[in-house]
């Protein structure tokens, strides 16, 4: 069997590259090209010095960890222990990651597999084989690739759950408890007292409010007509907005006692504020059920317990 020692370890210089560069991303520093050229250089040694004899010393895994060391302080530097130590995991994190993606996925489309004895066994052909080859050659980017994005994706999920809070609102002897995101594009104000208004999801909270009320809400161009009362209606107010694409719309909104806001390890009481009340589901998962006014968590316009 032919090895082709050159490509192997050009191959292995690009791999280390990228999963350098993962890591820089993951760790959100900006690392400087030719450190990244570097440290890949550096890590593609490795493949050589296992062809070479004399060189068995460098399968020991005390030295392999020794030898990583060297590649993270090349590549991202030594500035503080707790930081490099920090990027030393991480990288090795990125290397499982993309290495078990890579079996997983040629394991998934192993198709030479025998049963012997009861047992599975597969097949493979070795640095030689040229299916191989192609199979690292696309699937290594692919998989660099979608470790990226999904983890990407995590991170933003995670921003998006540090954005919710749980709130109770208050009107009368009636409390409505939501999950709320906190939107700092909501800039809808009532013109008239200049309270902030948040929106609540009636898909969900309908049921805390009775039909008479509920009929006003919906049929703001009956606002001012005479029908059935509800002890609420004074509570009423009309609220204008403009949406992109459309023109002046009117919302209706609800005055509540007061807004509790709990968020981690804090309460803010919010006492002047308006709750618009939304006939249209606002989370499509149903992960939250109101979005906050920025102005509630300030302290602008509201009283902080």
């Not at 066994?121 to 640095?127: L, N, P, S, V």
């Not at 949406?243 to 006492?271: R, S, Y």
């Amino acid at each position: 069997m032919a090895v082709y020692l050159d490509v192997i370890w050009l191959l292995n210089v690009c791999f280390d590259y990228m999963i350098l560069a993962l890591t820089g991303l993951l760790l959100k520093r900006h690392v400087k090209k030719r450190r990244l050229a570097a440290g890949a250089l550096i890590a593609s040694f490795y493949v050589l010095f296992l062809f070479i004899p004399g060189m068995a010393f460098m399968a020991n895994p005390f030295i392999k960890l020794i030898y990583s060391f060297v590649i993270v302080s090349v590549t991202f530097g030594f500035t503080r222990f707790r930081s490099f130590i920090q990027s030393w995991l991480l990288f090795y994190f990125v290397t499982f990651m993309i290495g078990g993606g890579m079996m997983g996925a040629h394991y998934f489309m192993q198709q030479e597999v025998t049963i012997y004895n009861g047992a599975v066994a597969t097949k493979g052909a070795g640095f030689g084989d040229p299916i191989s080859w192609i199979f690292i050659l696309i699937g290594f980017p692919t998989i660099w690739l979608f470790s990226k994005r999904r983890v990407e994706m995590l991170e933003t999920t995670r921003i998006h759950y540090d954005q919710l809070a749980d709130i109770v609102i208050h009107i009368d002897e009636i409390s409505i408890s939501a999950s709320a995101l906190i939107d700092s594009g909501n800039q809808l104000q009532d013109p008239l007292s200049g309270s902030p208004v948040m929106i609540l999801d009636m898909t969900i909270h309908a049921s805390h409010f009775s039909t008479a009320f509920l009929e006003k809400a919906r049929n703001i161009t009956e606002f001012q007509s005479e029908g059935e009362g509800d002890r609420w209606e004074h509570r009423l107010r009309i609220v204008p907005y403009r949406a992109v694409g459309q023109d002046n719309q009117f919302l209706c909104a609800v005055k509540p006692d007061e807004v509790i806001i709990t968020m981690k390890d804090h309460a803010i009481t919010v006492k002047k504020v308006l709750v618009g009340l939304s006939f249209q589901s606002i989370s499509g998962e149903k992960e939250y059920s109101c979005i906050l006014h920025p102005k509630m968590l300030t302290g602008h316009k509201a009283s902080a317990s």
